[in-house]
């Protein structure tokens, strides 16, 4: 069963930038759809953004589209979140976790059916 890990938060002021890194212990993220959620204290974990395991679609939530991007970084065998105009609202822990096989615009943004979820990285944008 596949198992995740991520990396790379921090504290970054309003505007900065940081990059996230989704790795996994076992095999390849080819055999995989991957997604990333964040959860922020009281809120329930919502969807980031994923990238289909067929044909490297890419889906987003509205608040983060043209701020974030998703991709597969096939050499280094990760999938990273680049966050860039990073806003206050986007303070939250941010979870990586994977779906066997493909999946599409409906299907990858439905956190039921992932599995492997890390221990999250916490991102800090103070106000």
């Known amino acids: 069963q596949v198992q995740l890990a991520e990396s790379g938060g921090g504290l970054v002021q309003a505007g900065g930038s940081l990059r996230l890194s989704c790795s996994t212990s076992?095999?390849?993220?080819?055999?995989?759809?991957v997604g990333w959620f964040r959860q922020a204290p009281g809120k329930e974990r919502e969807f980031v953004a994923a990238i289909a395991q067929r044909d490297g679609s890419t889906y987003y939530r509205e608040s983060v589209k043209g701020r974030f991007t998703i991709s597969r970084e096939t050499a280094e065998n990760t999938v990273n979140l680049q966050m860039n105009s990073l806003k206050p609202e986007d303070t939250a822990f941010y979870y990586c976790a994977a779906i066997t096989g493909h999946c599409t615009g409906i299907s990858c943004k439905d956190r039921r059916l992932y599995r492997g979820w890390g221990q999250g990285t916490q991102v800090t944008v103070p106000s």
């Open positions: 076992g095999g390849t993220f080819s055999r995989y759809s």
